[in-house]
Every structure is written in structure tokens, then in C-alpha cells.
């Protein structure tokens, strides 16, 4: 039987690809038996959904959020000129 360490590298292997079949079965044991495994599993993919939600949250922000302020880029080109010629 594989340990705890081994099945939260499955675990989270499996997140990105389907394991064969008898890694599957192992895993599948392990997590009827293991009650921190099957915790950690379930934050796992917790994580990669809250992961998903927040990378399409991005996507939806229209580009003209993701700018300056009007004058912000002026503003801090004369503060590093400035900082650059105290230097």
C-alpha cells in the first residue's frame, strides 16, 4: 500500500492527468481508508476551482481597468527622474 506522501503526489498529479487505471484504484483505497488524503484531495481541488474562478475573473476585467490613472504615468516618470538625479 502506498504512504500518505505518495498519495498526495497522485493526488495532485491527477489534478493535471489521468493516472492509469491501477494508480487510480490505489488512490481510491487509500481515500476510503485515509481521512487526511481525502481532505487534502478536497482542498486540492478546491484550490484549482477558486484557481479557475479567479483566472476567469481576469479575462472578464475590461483592458481599459487595467491602465493608469490619467497623469499617474507622468507623475511617476518625474519622481524616478528626480530620485535618479539626487542619486
Avoid: N
Avoid at 481515500?31 to 476567469?56: F, I, V
Amino acid at each position: 500500500m502506498l504512504s500518505c506522501k505518495e498519495i498526495s503526489k497522485l493526488v495532485s498529479e491527477s489534478l493535471d492527468r489521468k493516472l492509469p487505471l491501477p494508480l487510480r484504484m490505489e488512490v481510491r483505497l487509500h481515500l476510503m481508508m485515509c481521512h487526511l488524503c481525502r481532505t487534502y484531495r478536497k482542498q486540492s481541488l478546491l484550490l484549482r476551482k477558486l484557481l479557475r474562478l479567479h483566472d476567469a475573473s481576469l479575462t472578464e476585467t475590461p483592458t481599459s481597468e487595467m491602465f493608469l490613472p490619467e497623469g499617474a504615468s507622468t507623475r511617476i516618470k518625474k519622481a524616478l527622474t528626480k530620485a535618479s538625479d539626487q542619486a
